[in-house]
């Protein structure tokens, strides 16, 4: 069965080109003008990936309102958000919203098809483990990669994808130490040094939100993060 691209822009014109270019690559593509387009359609059946723009039609920043309601119908779902809008500012407050990537409208369709299949990359890796356990444990910290599910002491952690990923990679080798280009090279995806510090503050919140003595996952000053039992 093929896996299904949702692509929430108003621009026609957009819209249809990147239609085209997933369908090429061999996915199922539905494309919606607005927010209520798109909500309407996710109640039915979720995409298996939504590419959002920021401004919808008379919302400016409809693309982020509609991140949050698709992570309260979903932690993992991977989210992209697609905008011509390109301010540190708008990147920093997407992914504080739980996006797994936040790209501008001047990158070629090449690089972005290239985004989303690392992102589906990571979604096959992460449920196909090396090892026959499908369960990663780290003290208090339980992992399901088949069913992208974290839990610390027992209580679930809403992890978005990207998220889930960081924890994983971090969490298989504790006590190593990984800087943000090891982090990279393991995604086979390019995230540069905000969006790695973004999704890290945000894992922290999460955590801190159940455990405020959460410290197992640690900043490595001058050298990267690791993950302590």
């Not at 989303?116 to 026959?132: G, I, K, N, T």
């Not at 405020?212 to 690791?226: E, I, K, N």
Request: with cysteine; net charge negative; aromatic share 8%.
């Amino acid at each position: 069965m093929k896996r299904l691209i949702a692509i929430v822009e108003d621009e026609a014109a957009l819209r249809d080109n990147y239609a085209a270019a997933f369908t090429r690559d061999g996915f199922a593509v539905r494309g919606y003008a607005n927010r209520a387009q798109a909500l309407a359609a996710f109640g039915t059946r979720l995409p298996d990936l939504a590419i959002i723009d920021i401004s919808l039609e008379d919302e400016p920043e409809g693309g982020f309102e509609l991140c949050r309601q698709l992570r309260a119908m979903s932690a993992e779902l991977p989210i992209i958000f697609l905008t011509a809008r390109d301010s540190e500012l708008d990147a920093v407050s997407g992914l504080r919203l739980g996006a797994d990537d936040f790209l501008t409208k001047d990158l070629s369709l090449a690089h972005l098809s290239a985004r989303v299949h690392a992102l589906f990359r990571r979604v096959d890796a992460l449920r196909q483990p090396e090892s026959a356990e499908e369960l990663l444990r780290r003290g208090p910290l339980t992992l399901d990669a088949e069913r992208m599910q974290a839990q610390w002491d027992g209580q679930v952690v809403l992890l978005s994808l990207t998220e889930f990923w960081i924890v994983h990679a971090l969490a298989r080798h504790p006590g190593h130490v990984r800087n943000r280009q090891q982090l990279m090279d393991a995604a086979s995806v390019v995230l540069d040094d905000n969006t790695i510090t973004s999704h890290v503050k945000r894992i922290r919140r999460k955590f801190q939100a159940l455990d405020p003595r959460f410290d197992a996952l640690q900043t490595v000053y001058g050298m990267g993060y690791r993950w302590v039992e």
